[in-house]
T-cell receptor, first 108, second 112 residues
Framework: GIQVEQSPPDLILQEGANSTLRCNFS?????LQWFHQNPWGQLINLFY???GTKQNGRLSATTVATERYSLLYISSSQTTDSGVYFC??????????FGAGTRLFVKA | ETGVTQTPRHLVMGMTNKKSLKCEQH?????MYWYKQSAKKPLELMFV???????ENNSVPSRFSPECPNSSHLFLHLHTLQPEDSALYLC???????????FGPGTRLTVL
């Protein structure tokens, strides 16, 4: 089946720094989502982005479907950005495959 | 209520108990999902219902039994669970198979 790999697995940033998280997938997908999981376990939708670039405040995402990767950019990071970031790809039918996540810690 | 809600938020049960998890979506979607998130593992898709019909069942043990009485409600009935079934169980909904998925807050289950 399709493989989804996220990098880096862990990331520590100083508040105010920028970062790029990557999601690689091994086959073509119908769409892709980015989520932020907060410390209480809630998955928060960040982007629904099968291709192209989207921006929402300090966050932006780019998916290059032909090259099978997506990037999540976080600018001017804040302590509230801490948590785990997941990408999830939707393949045929209703199948959804999550990556293992990037655990981010932003220091004050 | 808005979005996707789940009850209970926390559940502790013995291996011989029977319990049920409930999920309700207020988004008008027609597909609902159950996921399992174990420690140190990615989210795993368990079941999918589309228009109240089960369309995905990812080799989940029979001690987990889903039920979807209508497009707004989804249940996961639990019986004779094992300690390794302790996990965060997340419910999601979407509009059709390509729609954006929205998640509930999860039920944290501990099996003693």
């Amino acid at each position: 089946g399709i493989q989804v790999e996220q990098s880096p697995p862990d990331l520590i940033l100083q508040e105010g720094a920028n970062s790029t998280l990557r999601c690689n997938f091994s086959d073509s997908v119908n769409n892709l989502q980015w989520f932020h999981q907060n410390p209480w376990g809630q998955l928060i939708n960040l982007f629904y982005i099968p291709s192209g670039t989207k921006q929402n405040g300090r966050l932006s995402a780019t998916t290059v479907a032909t090259e099978r990767y997506s990037l999540l950019y976080i600018s001017s990071s804040q302590t509230t950005d801490s948590g785990v970031y997941f990408c999830a790809v939707h393949t045929g039918g209703f199948k959804t495959i999550f990556g293992a996540g990037t655990r981010l810690f932003v220091k004050a | 209520e808005t979005g996707v809600t789940q009850t209970p938020r926390h559940l502790v049960m013995g291996m011989t108990n029977k319990k049920s998890l409930k999920c309700e979506q207020h988004l008008g979607h027609n597909a609902m999902y159950w996921y399992k998130q174990s420690a140190k593992k990615p989210l795993e898709l368990m079941f999918v219902y589309s228009l109240e019909e089960r369309v995905e069942n990812n080799s989940v043990p029979s001690r987990f039994s889903p039920e979807c009485p209508n497009s707004s409600h989804l249940f996961l009935h639990l019986h004779t669970l094992q300690p390794e079934d302790s996990a965060l169980y997340l419910c999601a909904s979407s509009q059709d198979q390509r729609g954006e998925q929205f998640f509930g807050p999860g039920t944290r289950l501990t099996v003693l």
